[in-house]
């Protein structure tokens, strides 16, 4: 945790699971191919020192008052301070600065004439050839052009006018280019700054600088655009807290919450550099794309985005370094550490109001405000480089000739409406040209710029220039596209919050409408299921009876095949046995043959055991026709059960083919539930939706309401005589275009008349 505390998270991004990403080339102890930043604070390119620095005369006139300190009355609606304000909101503003000569080139030119490609004068930036004799080779006039190469480099001058030129430190460029711009973030409005330029021509150190989270910002120092506008953006806002404070009870005072968003747009795409799963590492290795998603009513966005909730200026330092080490970065022909990627770093203030209802009965309702700023580094753009980078200077080089071709395209479309706008008023013939279409979606980078470039939002570019020879064509072309993007005039207004409540008022009926619509679907699913449950019923208990028949006939089935086996093993037995007595008996029988030969005292005897032998022998031919019968019996069940296995074998499948329904019937009633618990989850989030737009909407027709009062009661008695003086001078352009339409008729008629009279002269 830092001195200044940690900052409040509340939004992340939702991690993919992705396996790439976690193979990164450290395993085999080689480099990535992708290149990323090392661990330092944020990167000076062209760093300027403050000693040995004369001391600097003041701005010009137009700017001479940008030093004071901010006050209330800045951002309060209806000033005549935040009148004047608006009034400028209307151009494209551009600024050019030239950098210092660095070391490395200081030393190159030892024992030589020091000479600027770039001179300068109040608002006019003059490019030098230096192969015609150092003669003026082009003139570009900017809003203002800012010398920050310090008189201790001895530059030579061409022109006299130039040679006590102003020297522009970090705190004059912050004045001139965005001090302005904070107070406008209190009342809805907003704002854009970005950089343009070569690589190491001085966008990171303009836009970021050299910074201690720990120290106090201002003064002379060399902190860059961000830290000074996230300063000036907590003294304005304690500020207004202080008066809050004194004017109004605690339930009534707004609720200020700044939010921090910082990405980074690599090779068309975008990275979160926020991300808090990268909190304790460094590099690129573990960034996620992000997605551009487009909201009809507030523009672009990035989808999950991670947003912290800060509560001071070196917080937002914090973050700005924390994000700066996962930005990619690499060696080029200029540079040894140039950044790779366009980087945007957004400040949002929110407004948060309790409404009291309008009587007793009413629920009170909220009043949000919000306004935003863009701070965008865009990234160098140079011929030089690498071969293994030439993917990623083409995916740079054309990001930026999109954001060209972007405001070619509106400067172009804003000049055919003037002149479509001039020909109607004085009746002058315009041809009809269709009006061209501004190609935002052919770049990631302008896509997101879309409403900081040609949409509702003060942009001020800086155009960075080299003083080295080497880069004179790099500086003509950026000199070049610069002047032309001044040209553009945007309409800045504020962030009209009726217009978003309105689209959301819109969405609630189309989201109650599909609340219908559900509720409906749910209730024929409902007996949809219903009568599938009393279908699943029938076929369980004819399962369960058919299961009963079936054990019943199985057991029966089992009882009559041991039946068989034990009467097959009986008959085998009794076969045995007497087989074995009719063995005995012959044996017998031949005994007393041989007794009878010995004697005939014996033939009684032996008749008598014979008829004896006999008798036994009937007796057991009897039984054993009794036991055959028997067996016959049960061959004859066990012949007739064989008959009827076939039928039982058919029923059996018959049943089987039964339960496997039912079975199915069951997997279908749970697929069913399932089904009606999803409709039921996302029901209950459609009402929850459906409430929270409508409560957005109250939300939104009472701001509605108070916005209206306030622009009544801030209608004066000037602004009515104004408004009287425009319908007079209306009334008098009508009255003019009327005559002149008369004109026209008269002369047209005349013309007719004439020739009519041609063509009778000719006839005769």
């Keep these: ?155 030579v001058h061409t022109f006299q006018d130039t040679k006590h030129r102003t020297y522009a430190t970090q705190k004059d460029v912050y004045n001139l280019i965005a001090k302005d ?46 830290p000074r506008v996230s300063n000036d953006l907590f003294l304005i806002l304690k500020e207004r807290i202080r008066e809050e404070e004194k004017t109004k009870q605690p339930r009534d005072r707004t609720k200020f919450r700044v939010e921090v968003s910082f990405v980074e747009i690599y090779m068309e795409r975008v990275r979160d550099l926020l991300d808090p799963a990268l909190r304790h590492t460094r590099g690129n290795e573990r960034l996620q794309d992000a997605r551009i998603r487009q909201d009809p009513y507030s523009g672009p966005f990035v989808e999950g985005v991670t947003k912290y909730e800060v509560e001071n200026w070196g917080q937002c330092c914090t973050l700005l370094e924390r994000g700066s080490q996962h930005r990619t970065t690499c060696a080029t022909a200029v540079h040894n550490q140039s ?93 009809e040209r269709p009006l061209p279409q501004v190609p935002f979606r052919d770049s990631v980078l302008t896509w997101l710029l879309s409403d900081s470039v040609g949409g509702n939002a003060r942009t001020t570019m800086v155009a960075t220039l080299s003083p080295l020879v080497k880069n004179y064509a790099d ?32 969405q609630a009926g189309a989201l109650d409408n599909a609340v219908r619509i559900q509720r409906q679907n749910l209730d024929s699913l409902r007996q949809t299921l219903r009568s599938k449950k009393e279908a699943a019923l029938q076929m ?70 014979r008829e004896q032998a006999e008798v036994r022998e009937q007796l057991a031919k009897q039984k054993l026709k009794v036991e055959e019968g028997r067996t016959d019996e049960k061959a004859a069940a066990v012949a007739k059960y064989d008959l009827d ?47 929270e737009e409508k409560n957005k909407h109250q939300t939104a027709l009472k701001k509605l309401t108070d916005m209206e009062k306030a622009i009544a009661d801030h209608k004066t008695e000037e602004h009515k005589q104004k408004v009287l003086e425009a319908k007079g001078q209306l009334e008098a352009l009508r009255n003019r275009c009327d005559e002149v339409r008369s004109r026209r008729y008269e002369v047209v008629k005349a013309l007719q008349n004439m020739r009519d009279r041609h063509k009778k002269v000719i006839k005769k």
């Design 540 to 609: 369980e208990r004819q399962t369960k009876a058919l299961k009963k028949s079936t054990d019943k006939m199985q057991t029966r089935e089992q009882e009559i095949r041991e039946d068989r086996a034990a009467l097959i093993i009986q008959r085998t037995f009794h076969r045995l046995m007497f087989a074995k007595k009719y063995e005995a008996y012959e044996l017998h029988y031949a005994r007393l043959r041989s007794a009878n030969k010995d004697g005939a005292g014996g033939a009684v005897n032996y008749r008598k055991i």
């Design 181 to 226: 711009l904070v107070p406008h973030m209190f009342n809805g409005f907003n704002s854009c700054i970005l950089t343009y330029g070569q690589t190491g021509s001085g966008k990171t150190y303009t836009m970021m600088g050299v910074y201690d989270p720990h120290a106090s910002c201002g003064g002379d120092g060399e902190e860059g655009i961000i």
């Design 339 to 431: 950044s790779r990627s366009h980087a945007i770093f957004q400040l949002t203030v929110v407004q948060e109001q309790v409404v009291p209802g309008i009587n007793k009965y009413a629920l009170p309702t909220f009043k949000t405000q919000a306004g935003r700023i863009n701070l965008v580094d865009l990234a160098g753009s140079e011929r030089g480089g690498f071969q293994d980078y030439v993917k990623e200077s083409a995916a740079i080089n054309t990001s930026l000739l999109a954001l060209r071709r972007v405001i070619d395209c509106l400067t172009e479309r804003q000049n055919m409406l003037m002149e479509m706008a001039e020909a109607e008023i004085t009746g002058k013939c315009c041809q």
């Design 475 to 506: 500086t003509l072309a950026t000199l070049q596209w610069s002047s032309r993007a001044r040209n553009l005039v945007t309409l800045v207004k504020m962030n009209d919050q009726a217009m978003v409540h309105n689209g959301m008022a819109s």
């Design 645 to 691: 296995y076939e039928p039982r074998a058919a029923r059996r499948r018959e049943a089987e083919e039964r339960q496997a329904k039912i079975f199915q019937a069951m997997n279908a009633e749970k697929i069913l539930r399932q089904y009606s618990e999803k409709r039921e989850q996302e029901l209950k989030e459609l009402r929850r939706i459906a409430d």
């Design 1 to 155: 945790m830092t001195l200044n505390g940690e900052p409040k998270l509340i939004q992340a991004p939702k991690r993919r699971n992705s396996r790439s990403t976690s193979r990164t080339a450290t395993k085999n102890n080689t480099p990535s191919n992708t290149p990323w930043r090392a661990a330092k604070s944020a990167r000076a390119t062209t760093p300027l020192r403050n000693a040995g620095k004369a001391p600097h005369s003041p701005l010009p006139a137009r700017y001479h008052d940008l030093d004071r300190n901010l006050t209330l009355e800045d951002a309060a609606v209806g000033t005549d301070a935040f009148k004047n304000r608006v009034s400028e909101i209307t151009s494209f503003r551009v600024v050019s600065r030239v950098r210092p000569f660095i070391k490395e080139e200081l030393a190159e030119m030892n024992g030589q004439e020091r000479r600027s490609i770039v001179e300068m004068t109040s608002t006019k930036t003059i490019l030098l050839d230096p192969k015609d004799s150092w003669a003026p080779k082009a003139q570009f006039d900017f809003d203002a052009s800012l010398w920050s190469i310090p008189p201790t480099h001895h530059i």
